[in-house]
T-cell receptor, first 110, second 115 residues
Framework: AQSVTQPDIHITVSEGASLELRCNYSYGATPYLFWYVQSPGQGLQLLLKYFSGDTLVQGIKGFEAEFKRSQSSFNLRKPSVHWSDAAEYFCAVYGQNFVFGPGTRLSVLP | EPEVTQTPSHQVTQMGQEVILRCVPISNHLYFYWYRQILGQKVEFLVSFYNNEISEKSEIFDDQFSVERPDGSNFTLKIRSTKLEDSAMYFC?????????????FGDGTRLSIL
């Protein structure tokens, strides 16, 4: 069975600081991996996805993520956070079906 | 860019009543999904739909739930007799034809409140 964990429930960073959100998955083969963002009261927006090839993928809004097979991880990064990045971030895995992680809430201090 | 749209954005219903949540997927998409997110919890898969039939459903999707594509554009989720625990955000998603790893495009959700 596939599963996704996001170890950090809530992260607070200062505006301009770097960010890394952790995601670990469990799946027997190489899954397809996604990061979505959800602003308060809004729907889910796709940030980036990994299917195959280069393990460092670039997404929208200056985000990137790196797939590390040896660690079963797909961590999301951004070099400099903006106040508008405050939201809930979900990692998702598509293997047999679509499974979301529990989410990490990002707060940004001015 | 085409979007998935959902109506209403917020619905308040009394327990025991039927509710229908509506979704208009992206026009050339063929695969449709419903998810729900109980407040403060993760997004949970409910059901997937292709070629006018359910292709997969979760344990949550019991006999109280049904889905329908009544015409060429809408995709609906019906809850026959709502319970308090059905209160959640419900998200519709769609994806296009092609490899199954294409990402799903999500609507903004319908907030369902059961009183």
């Amino acid at each position: 069975a596939q599963s996704v964990t996001q170890p950090d429930i809530h992260i607070t960073v200062s505006e301009g600081a770097s960010l890394e959100l952790r995601c670990n998955y469990s799946y027997g083969a190489t899954p397809y991996l996604f990061w979505y963002v959800q602003s308060p009261g809004q729907g889910l927006q796709l940030l980036l996805k990994y299917f195959s090839g280069d393990t460092l993928v670039q997404g929208i809004k200056g985000f990137e993520a790196e797939f590390k097979r040896s660690q079963s991880s797909f961590n999301l990064r951004k070099p400099s956070v903006h106040w508008s990045d405050a939201a809930e971030y979900f990692c998702a895995v598509y293997g047999q079906n679509f499974v979301f992680g529990p989410g990490t809430r990002l707060s940004v201090l001015p | 860019e085409p979007e998935v749209t959902q109506t209403p954005s917020h619905q308040v219903t009394q327990m025991g009543q039927e509710v229908i949540l509506r979704c208009v997927p992206i026009s050339n998409h063929l695969y449709f999904y419903w998810y729900r997110q109980i407040l403060g919890q993760k997004v949970e898969f409910l059901v997937s739909f292709y070629n006018n039939e359910i292709s997969e459903k979760s344990e949550i999707f019991d006999d109280q739930f049904s889905v329908e594509r009544p015409d060429g554009s809408n995709f609906t989720l019906k809850i026959r007799s709502t319970k308090l625990e059905d209160s959640a955000m419900y998200f519709c998603a769609s994806r296009g034809q092609g490899s199954s790893n294409q990402p799903q495009h999500f609507g903004d959700g319908t907030r369902l409140s059961i009183l």
